[in-house]
């Protein structure tokens, strides 16, 4: 069945770092690929995703590249803010727009300024 | 637009009784999800409706849980007996027409349930 393996956390930061979060599949087919946000108090949000093979996806300043050879959707961001602190779900759907996620674990990330 | 909304936001029971979290979806939304999500792991589906039929509950303990869409808007999810392992935050969610949109999900700020 499908499964996602995420970075073990937690991962703490200066403000104005390089953030990598790493986020590895395994899938039958062509599923897509996503990024939530769980921010504290908060329900989760989508982040970015990507639906096809060498896609990109960002927003807010962060970026994910689908990398079929390497099954891989690793999270990137070039300067993170304390605002950036949050739980991140590297997440992936099912074949043919089947909406249903499957998550990874979750990567606890704290900016201190 | 209002968003998926969930209560209780927090449930406190001994193990053994009953609890129930209720959902509204978005307005309009066809297909509602309920997650769970244990401390430290990430959310783990439970059931999917599509209107007011189920479309997956594989991962349902059937002989504990249930859940039901009346009319295909709102949804209850009920545990009866609780046990000690059931501790989670209970996550419902919603999206158009089930297929259109990957990942197009909307999720509450869930139900978080501690069995004690």
């Known amino acids: 069945g499908n499964s996602v393996t995420q970075m073990e956390g937690p991962v703490t930061l200066s403000e104005e770092a390089f953030l990598t979060i790493n986020c590895t599949y395994t899938a039958t087919g062509y599923p897509s690929l996503f990024w939530y946000v769980q921010y504290p108090g908060e329900g989760l949000q989508l982040l970015l995703k990507a639906t096809k093979a060498d896609d990109k996806g960002s927003n807010k300043g962060f970026e994910a590249t689908y990398r079929k050879e390497t099954t891989s959707f690793h999270l990137e961001k070039g300067s993170v803010q304390v605002s950036d602190s949050a739980v991140y779900f590297c997440a992936l759907s099912g074949n043919f727009g089947n909406e249903k996620l499957t998550f990874g674990t979750g990567t606890r990330l704290t900016i201190i300024p | 637009e209002a968003g998926v909304a969930q209560s209780p936001r927090y449930k406190i029971i001994e193990k053994r009784q009953s609890v129930a979290f209720w959902c509204n979806p978005i307005s309009g939304h066809a297909t509602l999800y309920w997650y769970q999500q244990i401390l430290g792991q990430g959310p783990k589906l439970l059931i999917q409706f599509q209107n007011n039929g189920v479309v997956d509950d594989s991962q349902l303990p059937k002989d504990r849980f249930s859940a039901e869409r009346l009319k295909g808007v709102d949804s209850t999810l009920k545990i009866q007996p609780a046990k000690l392992e059931d501790s989670a935050v209970y996550l419902c969610?919603?999206?158009?027409?089930?297929?259109?949109?990957?990942?197009?999900?909307?999720f509450g700020s869930g139900t978080q349930l501690s069995v004690l």
């Open positions: 969610a919603s999206s158009w027409e089930g297929g259109r949109i990957p990942g197009g999900l909307f």
